[in-house]
T-cell receptor, first 113, second 115 residues
């Protein structure tokens, strides 16, 4: 079975700093998709960024970027110039084809003023 | 912007009672999902639904659970006889595509407390 592991239950940084959230996963598949979802205190999960495993280039979305290491099965999220609004739970997730999203345990990120 | 809406936002029930959680997915989406999150734990998949039938379900989704799309807009999760361990946040999600990078759009969740 596929598993997703986020080893950092909580992180805290100062506003404007850069922070990296870790995620590893375990799969025997070669084609799959990886996602980072953000869950602010309002509870609704929102997609932050996605990566197709067949693409070598790391995905970027404005201040958010990933470091995808397929051989190491690692998929970290970097947030640059962090803002107070980035405070949230962040979930790493894996999906293959039409299968369900498999989530990690989540990392609670706090951005301090 | 279209969004997934869920009701109720919070429900308190007695053990053994039936509960129905309701979701209105985004209107042109075809794939529907229920996930749950027990406090402090990871988000767990319950069931996916497409073309008026269950396409996949987890081992959590036993005979006490059922899903239905009764009127073409609502997507409901029913728990027939609630147990204490059913206390969790339940998230509905919908997707236009059922594959690959098809983004899942989540609702704000329904918190279920079983006493």
């Amino acid at each position: 079975a596929q598993t997703v592991t986020q080893s950092q239950p909580e992180m805290s940084v100062q506003e404007a700093e850069t922070v990296t959230l870790s995620c590893t996963y375990d799969t025997s598949e070669s084609n799959y998709y990886l996602f980072w979802y953000k869950q602010p205190p309002s509870r609704q999960m929102i997609l932050v960024i996605r990566q197709e495993a067949y693409k070598q280039q790391n995905a970027t979305e404005n201040r958010f970027s990933v470091n995808f290491q397929k051989a190491a099965k690692s998929f970290s999220l970097k947030i640059s110039d962090s803002q107070l609004g980035d405070t949230a739970m962040y979930f790493c997730a894996w999906r293959r084809g039409a299968q369900k999203l498999v989530f990690g345990q989540g990392t609670r990120l706090t951005i301090n003023p | 912007e279209p969004e997934v809406t869920q009701t109720p936002s919070h429900q308190v029930t007695q053990m053994g009672q039936e509960v129905i959680l309701r979701c209105v997915p985004i209107s042109n989406h075809l794939y529907f999902y229920w996930y749950r999150q027990i406090l402090g734990q990871k988000v767990e998949f319950l069931v996916s639904f497409y073309n008026n039938e269950i396409s996949e379900k987890s081992e959590i989704f036993d005979d006490q659970f059922s899903v239905e799309r009764p009127d073409g807009s609502n997507f409901t999760l029913k728990i027939r006889s609630t147990k204490l361990e059913d206390s969790a946040m339940y998230f509905c999600a919908s997707s236009e595509l059922g594959v690959g990078t098809g983004e899942l759009f989540f609702g704000e969740g329904s918190r279920l407390t079983v006493l």
